[in-house]
């Protein structure tokens, strides 16, 4: 798995983990901000390369892998690691196997597993991946439906097409499969590092189970709302608030 640094002589090292149909430019913005201070590790996850032919396995195995590498480094632990997303999904199930330690885990808009009957789960996943398939064959015109930002320029939307084109059927199935249905204990969880969980204003009522999720199961979750936001705009958009947040922890 290729990682990206920035900032290598700092003490202080933050990952940052991106969501599905981007790579690891998606942090393109925000890594100028930040690696003055930070030492910053961006993996290119499995599927989202696009120098390669990789393909999207699994939220666990990928979680593991990304260890991995980052336990290869010699690194041990970070202070954040930070997912959007699906880049979210991968954080959680990293706090869960603790093979990397961290001081915070940021969830920005992260998905949880679905705690639905398994032919709902079915059914969702189909669905998820029809919209997904569609933009894949029909371009920036149905991309434009499957992304609720109205703040993609035109350029935005043809890297967006650029990522579908890339991305495999099979990663996408496993991408919106996994997502939604990756193994977690079952049980109340509590982690050495402090989970955060940031959503934002106009994605509210869509990270509503997620929300849920996390009271129910890691309690001791922190939330935090930011206003005039959608989803996976910080990032691109935002990214001196971004950087603010991350500094902050």
């Known amino acids: 798995m290729k990682i990206y640094e920035y900032g290598g ?3 202080e090292r933050i990952l940052l983990i991106h969501p599905s ?3 690891w430019d998606y942090f393109e913005n925000v890594i100028p901000l930040l690696e003055q201070n930070y030492h910053l590790l961006i993996p290119v996850l499995p599927g989202y390369d696009l120098e390669d032919g990789s393909e999207f396995s699994s939220v666990e ?3 593991s892998q990304l260890a991995d590498a980052i336990l290869q480094k010699g690194i041990q632990e970070v202070k954040a690691i930070y997912g959007c997303s699906m880049g979210g999904s991968i954080a959680l199930r990293m706090a869960a ?3 990397l330690k961290a001081q915070h885990y940021v969830m920005d808009g992260g998905i949880t597993p679905y705690q ?3 032919l709902l789960t079915r059914l969702i996943a189909l669905r998820d991946f029809g919209m997904m398939a569609l933009g894949k064959l029909g371009g920036e015109k149905m991309i434009v439906r499957a992304f609720s930002s109205s703040q993609y320029s035109e350029e935005d939307l043809k890297y967006l097409a650029n990522m579908f084109r890339h991305c495999t059927y099979k990663t996408l199935w496993n991408t919106f499969d ?3 249905n990756y193994q977690m204990p079952k049980n109340l969880m509590h982690f050495p590092g402090k989970i955060h969980y940031w959503y934002t204003e106009k994605e509210r009522k869509a990270r509503d189970w997620d929300l849920k999720y ?3 199961f890691v309690p001791d979750t922190d939330f935090k709302s930011f206003a005039g936001m959608d989803h996976g705009d910080m990032a691109l958009f935002y990214p ?4 603010k947040e991350l500094s902050r922890l």
């Open 116 to 118: 639905l009957p398994w």
């Open 240 to 243: 001196e608030r971004m950087a």
């Open 97 to 99: 196997d603790g093979k």
């Open 9 to 11: 002589e700092n003490p």
């Open 178 to 180: 996994s997502c939604n």
């Open 61 to 63: 195995k990928v979680a």
């Open 214 to 216: 996390m009271k129910k």
């Open 21 to 23: 149909l981007v790579t």
